[in-house]
């Protein structure tokens, strides 16, 4: 189930980036970087937060536990993206809530933009195997140039 909980659907006359974001650190550069990139070529940002219950989880849940996960994931994103773009970051941002796998999730909040960018994180061995990895899966299957922040250092994300 894909369930969209706040969406603005791309408007073809304003051009736009897409950045995933989940609050990590590597997302958080993610968000910094496209916004002065949106900022230089004067487009609007569309924030695609993806948050995933698992199959089990969901079978199980009542429609009011349903609402409630809902409004949950929409409350911290956009405080975490709010936290994340500070005050006023000089563009035109939404925020697109999404529940599903995130590799899709993304592929598809982020038609019709110019860009998508993501930020990335070293999963290796094991990890990279059982969770398998967002940006790989943008990268494969995106129609649009895709591009990938890595992590910002403790320091930097703290300034």
Same mark, same amino acid.
């Given at each position: 189930?894909?369930? &969209?909980l706040?969406?603005?659907?791309?408007?073809?006359?304003?051009?736009?980036?897409?950045v /995933?974001?989940d609050?990590? +650190?590597?997302?958080?550069?993610a968000?910094?970087?496209a916004?002065? &990139?949106?900022?230089?070529?004067g487009?609007s940002? @569309?924030?695609?937060?993806? *948050?995933?219950?698992k199959?089990?989880?969901m079978?199980a849940?009542?429609?009011?536990a349903?609402?409630t996960?809902?409004?949950?994931?929409?409350a911290?994103?956009? &405080?975490?993206? @709010?936290?994340?773009?500070g005050?006023d970051?000089?563009?035109? *941002?939404?925020?697109?809530? %999404?529940? /599903?796998?995130p590799g899709?999730?993304? %592929?598809?909040? +982020?038609?019709?933009?110019?860009?998508?960018?993501?930020?990335?994180?070293?999963?290796?061995g094991?990890?990279? %195997?059982?969770?398998g +990895? %967002?940006s790989h899966?943008?990268?494969?299957?995106a129609?649009?140039?895709?591009v990938?922040?890595p992590?910002?250092?403790?320091?930097?994300v703290?300034?």
């Open positions: 189930m894909n369930t &969209q706040n969406s603005t659907k791309p408007d073809p006359t304003r051009p736009m980036i897409a /995933g974001f609050n990590s +650190s590597a997302a958080v550069a968000l910094r970087w916004v002065e &990139q949106a900022r230089t070529a487009l940002l @569309r924030v695609v937060y993806v *948050w995933e219950l199959a089990l989880a079978a849940m009542s429609a009011e349903w609402e996960a809902s409004a949950d994931a929409r911290r994103a956009t &405080q975490w993206v @709010r936290d994340a773009l005050a970051p000089g563009i035109r *941002w939404s925020l697109d809530i %999404v529940e /599903g796998p899709p999730a993304l %592929v598809t909040r +982020s038609r019709g933009a110019r860009l998508l960018v993501l930020g990335t994180k070293e999963h290796t094991l990890r990279r %195997v059982v969770l +990895s %967002v899966y943008c990268l494969s299957h129609d649009l140039p895709v990938a922040v992590a910002l250092e403790a320091t930097a703290a300034s």
